[in-house]
């Protein structure tokens, strides 16, 4: 399998994700990675989301390992890659990389008590999670809402600017011999002996060792493409951009019900207020999840509903103009967990997808997972709940090109 | 010398003796007339700046029609109010605003409803006109307009505290259009939502034919706690305009040079002259109205400079000088400009333009140059001009965004992007009609005809209609018009030349030359939306309404924009998306709308 320049692979997908993965490959040596993406890279869900990099929203198990994991890497990454060649200290800059430390505020009684037994549980699994009284919430978030039954601060989460941050683990990749090629589309498979050999694109066949699924909310679909399909499905979200604000928040301030939304699988609209700030001075208000297919039409009364969620948390905000509303798709499997392995149906095809709300921060250690698998090295957690063949990703019937 | 109001005993239209207002800003009493914007107040009390930028470099009015947001201040308490949009009432407590240092301080909806409904956004040349030809057809019309009275830029209306006795002395066709106006908006089928703007359109359910909704925001130019309104017209005729296309040029965001319609709009709106040194710099003919406008008013222009030289200008209109021969109202316009030029001794240069404007705190100075025809700068040809004011323009911009949440299809033309329409006005959006600026340029009485079109078929008129075809005729010479138009005033491909590293290109984040340059440049971050987040070129509060085209030109030509199939269900990324066609306060938009009952006529809000 391995030529004179090592193992070739081409990663299906220049998002996060994508990126992510070439330059891990990229630095371990031994590969010689390409990045194909029918688009530009990084534009994708990658530059439609926000930039939380969170351990909060998530109760003990492996997500939480996962963004553990993803949480050390990312300070290191980010080191790593500021003392590499000229101009990279500034794609560095560009992220925007901000460990300002998030705080869940409940509103209810039942909600504060269902915060205080996940926060118990999450300490219990290494997670920093501190009780706020009114005093100290009112000293960290004075804007926030007076009507809090209890408020919560995890000093580990941490906000990037998404595509700026998948732009710079995609320079490194670059920097450290990758190969990208925008404009190129996956169309299908070539395999001898039931094995991936290459893959069709718009620009031609592409050979190689290894195929590193990385389509984000499209995978289902790319893998259909490549006959073996994964259930990877598109929960729509949408955010709201206020005009630039004088300091006003200063934490990711969510409420106790993004606990609930981001573990439940209800079609039907769901919101929970996430607000935070972002150097340019706006503050982002999100978000929604809906399960519409690739459908963007903006849905007044979802953007309502959010505005709604976020004067709830923060009532002194009803007069800021918003200038802006926008959102993506969340790549997500069933069973919320994203998929990370090699595809046991089909030699040579490995994916990295399903990250659904929390892609961005768990890129890093996604791509990690990823290159401890495929060098056959043990990896520092536990890989089995992320692998190909559980039922969640296989179960259900091969989503068409038109069903999803 | 700063901007003046026209002394109303002085003043050619017969205004009323001034009935003062009193403000106060910052703390200090400003004293203004009834009528007047905030804007106007304050440059006519001698502030030409009182925003300051993220840099901390001082701002005022550029656009002078609420879409560059540069004069936002805070207004009773609500931030980010447009000053150049906003009426001053007296009482009103203003404070200015800087990102320097962080501190503001500061329908007739629904399948029950026989008669056919229509709803027109923008009351303009072209919406009016729409307007009309609905009622005509026998439908029903919802006409709505952000501003309080219709006219739209070609007919901007004194406001009705100045009493003016003789408005009609600053307007062409004022009669005609006095008559249409009172038509219309007196008709019992027309319901006027003055000082409505459409803040969002929402598309159907893919599958389901028809317009979209229309989502409204009713009361002062951002306001608060604006009522909503949702309505569900039959058909939807998109009118909403253009503004001035000012290309960027080192110096340009300093206070005291404004876009060339601000000037218009303050002189014709307000009765304000903006300076007394006024120098006008861009292409196309609508400089010569400004320059009129200015004169009128009593400023003092220096010069008007056309950037394309003669030659370019001659082979445009000369190739079929019987198009502009045909637009009969323009070629009388433009003559009577002519000789008012020629009366004030004003000098009219091709082929020179105005490529730095310089001085402290506001514009001393402004550099011009001789221009190759395309546009690039001869050598040695620089001279330096004292001013008290600069006008730019060198193109047009449709307001797009409206067709674009709508899904209208776009034209790509050499000046810029328009709505496609077929020969019914039609969009390709089914029950969306497009009228006037938004589908090429090509002034006030093309926009009318386009207008006239559109309103009939939307409101269910006979397609073949025997009167239909002078209008149709009309139309198309219109559009010829507009091709003439474009061909003799192109934007020449050079002036990128112009700009210096640090030469501001996003006036509202200040993002520069420079900083483009650098990031459309690096491989991984060449797609155009990651180098807007990462240079925020484009995030600011005018949402990409100045900069944008400017953007996406200079990103294509630097090599950005790679080409490929944009992902399924995200939108591409384009200079003139905005799903939020105008700001609205997170209250407001918390607020559920109110749904007119549909079984009831509408309550007529005005007919003034
Ligand atoms: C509203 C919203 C808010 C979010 N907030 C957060 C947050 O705060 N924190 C967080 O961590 N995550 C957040 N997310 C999730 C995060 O954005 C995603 O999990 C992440 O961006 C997924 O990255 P990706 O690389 O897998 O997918 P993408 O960025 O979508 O990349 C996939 C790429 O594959 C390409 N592709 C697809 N099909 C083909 C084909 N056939 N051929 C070639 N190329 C193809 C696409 O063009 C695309 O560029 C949010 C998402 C949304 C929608
Ligand atoms: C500042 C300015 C001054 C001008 N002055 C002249 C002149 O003196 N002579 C000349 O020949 N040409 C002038 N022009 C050119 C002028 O645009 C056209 O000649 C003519 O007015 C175009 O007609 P229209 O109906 O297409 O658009 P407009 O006249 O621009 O009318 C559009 C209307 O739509 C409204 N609107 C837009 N968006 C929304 C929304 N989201 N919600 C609600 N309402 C909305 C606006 O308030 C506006 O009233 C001027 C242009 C500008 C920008
Ligand atoms: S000029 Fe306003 S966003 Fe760029």
Redesign the pocket.
């Known amino acids: 399998m391995r030529t004179m320049y090592g193992t070739r692979v081409v990663v299906l997908g220049a998002g996060i994700v994508g990126a992510a993965c070439a330059r891990e490959l990229a630095l371990a040596g031994g590969f010689q990675v390409t990045v194909v993406d029918r688009g530009g890279a990084a534009e994708a869900t990658t530059a439609h989301g926000e930039g939380n990099v969170l351990v909060s929203d998530k109760g003990p198990g492996p997500e939480l390992r996962l963004a553990q994991l993803s949480r050390r890497l990312w300070p290191e990454a980010l080191a790593a890659i500021a003392d590499g060649p000229a101009g990279s200290a500034r794609a560095v800059r560009a992220v925007e990389w901000d460990p300002k430390g998030g705080i869940v505020v409940a509103t209810t009684e039942a909600g504060a008590d269902g915060l205080h037994r996940f926060a118990a549980d999450q300490r219990a699994a290494g997670v920093r999670a501190e009780p706020l009284d009114a005093a100290a919430l009112a000293a960290a978030e004075p804007h926030v809402t007076r009507d809090h039954t209890a408020a919560l601060h995890y000093p580990e989460d941490a906000q990037v600017q998404p595509a700026a941050a998948a732009a710079a683990l995609l320079g490194d990749a670059l920097a450290h011999g990758t190969t990208l090629r925008t404009g190129c589309e996956v169309l299908g498979a070539r395999t001898r002996g039931g094995r991936l050999t290459a893959v069709r694109t718009t620009e031609g066949d592409l050979a190689a060792d290894l195929f590193i699924n990385a389509a984000g909310p499209w995978s289902g679909r790319l893998a259909a493409r490549l006959g073996a399909p994964v259930d990877v499905r598109p929960r729509r979200g949408d955010i709201l951009v206020t005009a630039p604000l004088p300091p006003t928040v200063f934490h990711k301030v969510y409420d106790a019900d993004y606990v609930g939304a981001v573990g439940s699988s209800a079609e039907d609209l769901q919101t929970s207020a996430v607000v935070e700030s972002t150097r340019g001075g706006s503050v982002l208000l999100g978000s929604s999840r809906r399960r519409t297919g690739f459908d963007d039409r903006l849905r007044p009364e979802v953007l309502s509903a959010i505005a709604a969620k976020a004067l709830r948390l923060f009532p002194g905000l009803a007069g800021v103009p918003v200038m802006r509303a926008y959102g993506g798709f969340r790549p997500y499997v069933p069973d919320h967990l994203p998929v990370i392995g090699a595809d046991p149906r089909l030699p040579g095809l490995w994916h990295a997808t399903g990250h659904e709300g929390a892609g961005i921060g768990l890129s890093i250690g996604t791509a990690r997972l990823l290159r401890d698998l495929v060098h056959g090295t043990e990896p520092e957690i536990d890989p089995a709940p992320f692998r190909v063949d559980r039922p969640a990703v296989l179960g259900a019937p091969a989503p068409s090109e038109e069903s999803v | 010398m700063s901007p003046r109001l026209i002394r109303a005993a002085a003043d050619a239209t017969g205004r009323r003796p001034d009935r003062p207002l009193h403000l106060t800003v910052d703390g200090e009493p400003v004293t203004g007339i009834a009528g007047q914007s905030i804007a106007g107040v304050l440059l006519a009390a001698g502030r030409t700046s009182w925003r300051t930028a993220r840099s901390g470099a001082p701002r005022g009015v550029f656009c002078?029609?609420g879409v560059c947001f540069d004069c936002v201040l805070t207004v009773n308490g609500a931030p980010d109010v447009r000053a150049c949009r906003r009426r001053a009432v007296d009482g009103d407590v203003v404070i200015t605003q800087s990102r320097a240092d962080g501190s503001t301080d500061g329908a007739a909806g629904g399948g029950r409803m026989t008669l056919r409904q229509v709803v027109v956004?923008?009351?303009?040349?072209?919406?009016l006109a729409a307007a009309a030809s609905t009622l005509a057809a026998g439908a029903a019309v919802t006409l709505?307009?952000?501003?309080e009275r219709p006219?739209?830029?070609?007919h901007?209306m004194l406001p009705e505290e100045y009493g003016a006795a003789r408005p009609g002395r600053l307007h062409h066709g004022w009669a005609a259009f006095e008559r249409l106006r009172h038509r219309v908006l007196g008709h019992p089928r027309c319901t006027w939502l003055a000082e409505?703007?459409?803040?969002a359109l929402e598309r159907p359910e893919p599958g389901c034919p028809g317009p979209p909704l229309v989502h409204t925001l009713t009361g002062p130019a951002d306001g608060t706690d604006r009522p909503r309104r949702t309505l569900a017209p039959d058909a939807l005729v998109l009118?909403?305009?253009?503004?001035?296309r000012v290309l960027p040029f080192p110096g340009w965001e300093l206070p005291g040079v404004y876009a060339a319609?601000?000037a218009?709009?303050l002189a014709?709106g307000e009765r304000l002259a903006i300076g007394d040194d006024v120098l006008l710099a861009g292409s196309g003919p609508?400089l010569l109205?400004?320059a009129a406008?200015l004169l009128e008013a009593g400023a003092g222009v220096r010069a008007v400079l056309e950037a394309n030289p003669p030659a370019t200008v001659a082979r445009g209109w000369a190739r079929r000088p019987w198009e502009l021969a045909e637009q009969p109202g323009k070629a009388a316009?433009l003559a009577e400009y002519t000789a008012l030029l020629a009366r004030h001794r004003v000098p009219y240069r091709m082929g020179r333009t105005v490529i730095e404007a310089r001085g402290k705190g506001r514009v001393e100075e402004a550099v011009t140059a001789r221009l190759r025809p395309d546009w690039s700068v001869v050598p040695g040809s620089e001279v330096t001009v004292a001013v008290d004011a600069l006008c730019v323009s060198h193109a047009?911009s449709p307001?797009l965004e409206?067709p674009m949440a709508a899904g209208c299809a776009l034209l790509r033309s050499p000046t810029g992007e328009f709505v496609a329409v077929d020969g019914d006005q039609l969009t390709s959006c089914p029950g969306v009609y497009a009228?006037?600026?938004?589908t090429g340029i090509a002034?006030?009485p093309a926009?009318r005809t386009e207008?006239a079109l559109a309103g009939w078929l939307a409101g269910g008129g006979d397609p073949a209609a025997p009167a239909l075809r002078r209008v149709r005729r009309n139309r198309d010479r219109g559009r010829a018009f507009a091709a003439r138009l474009a061909a003799a005033h192109p934007v020449g491909s050079a002036w990128p030349g112009w700009l210096r590293p640090e030469t501001v290109i996003c006036r509202c984040e200040e993002t520069d030359y420079g900083a483009l340059c650098r990031t459309a440049t690096e491989e991984a971050g060449a797609a155009p939306r990651v180098t807007k987040l990462a240079t925020r070129a484009g995030l600011g509060p005018c949402q990409a309404r100045i900069c944008g085209p400017t953007v996406a030109e200079l990103t294509a030509r630097l090599g950005g924009s790679p080409p490929g199939r944009p992902a399924d269900g995200l939108p591409v990324a384009a200079p003139h998306r905005r799903p939020l066609?105008?700001p609205i306060r997170l209250g407001e938009l918390a607020s559920t709308p109110d749904h007119p009952d549909p079984s009831e006529p509408d309550t007529k809000e005005s007919t003034a």
């Not at chain 2, 709505?144 to 501003?147: F, M, N, P, S, Y």
Request: proline share 6%; glycine share 22%.
């Open positions: 002078g029609i956004v923008g009351a303009g040349p072209a919406g709505l307009d952000a501003a006219g739209g830029q070609y901007r409505t703007a459409v803040w009118a909403p305009g253009a503004h001035d319609g601000a218009q709009a014709k609508f109205p400004v406008a316009e047009f307001q409206l009228a006037g600026e938004i002034g006030a926009a207008g066609a105008q």
